[in-house]
T-cell receptor
């Protein structure tokens, strides 16, 4: 059974650019959630996808968007990057039966 | 809106000591509560999950309790080891939203 993987590991962008982060769910999981974790803070919930539909969203603007694919892999897209978007972005997969979430290693995004 | 608080923010203990980490939440209408460990710059490792109908869960030297009515959970670590040094985060699920505390940074001194 493979765990949750994320790519890339690190990324540097400039303000105003767009970025796409990728996540592969753990085998058998049909739900994926994305989080933003600023330095020294707890993760902040961005949104959750279940069977390719968004079914929960935190307090993030529309320039944060996502996709979930039929194989349950997922993308997080962020448009018009701002300096405050610099953070560790975490993906977590789970099964809708509520067994809890399993996290990937994260993507460290730096916006200059 | 659900708010999750963890106390203390940082804790330093000598090896072998038993310790308790605290997590409180403002809305008792939760689906479950999960404790995680995070090493610097890394992702989160799940430690224990407590469903809303449960009172506690145990795994090895770890024991987590949940008192939903008072909005509290504790993580008890027995016989602490230097390898336990990390940040410990609790997270509650309310509906389809997930809320994390800011974590407790634990240092176990050899």
């Amino acid at each position: 059974e493979t765990g949750v993987t994320q790519s890339p590991t690190h990324l540097i962008k400039t303000r105003g650019q767009q970025v796409t982060l990728r996540c592969s769910s753990q085998s058998g999981h049909n739900t994926v959630s994305w989080y933003q974790q600023a330095l020294g803070q707890g993760p902040q919930f961005i949104f959750q996808y279940y069977r390719e539909e968004e079914n929960g969203r935190g307090n993030f603007p529309p320039r944060f968007s996502g996709l979930q694919f039929p194989n349950y892999s997922s993308e997080l897209n962020v448009n018009a990057l701002e300096l405050d978007d610099s953070a560790l972005y975490l993906c977590a997969s789970s099964f809708s039966g509520g067994i809890g979430q399993f996290f990937g290693p994260g993507t460290r995004l730096t916006v200059l | 809106k659900q708010e999750v608080t963890q106390i203390p923010a940082a804790l330093s203990v000598p090896e072998g000591e038993n310790l308790v980490l605290n997590c409180s939440f403002t809305d008792s209408a939760i689906y479950n509560l999960q404790w995680f460990r995070q090493d610097p710059g890394k992702g989160l490792t799940s430690l224990l999950l407590i469903q809303s109908s449960q009172r506690e869960q145990t795994s090895g030297r770890l024991n987590a309790s949940l008192d939903k009515s008072s909005g509290r959970s504790t993580l008890y670590i027995a016989a602490s080891q230097p390898g336990d040094s990390a940040t410990y985060l609790c997270a509650v699920r309310s509906g389809n939203q997930f809320y994390f505390g800011t974590g407790t940074s634990l240092t176990v001194i050899p």
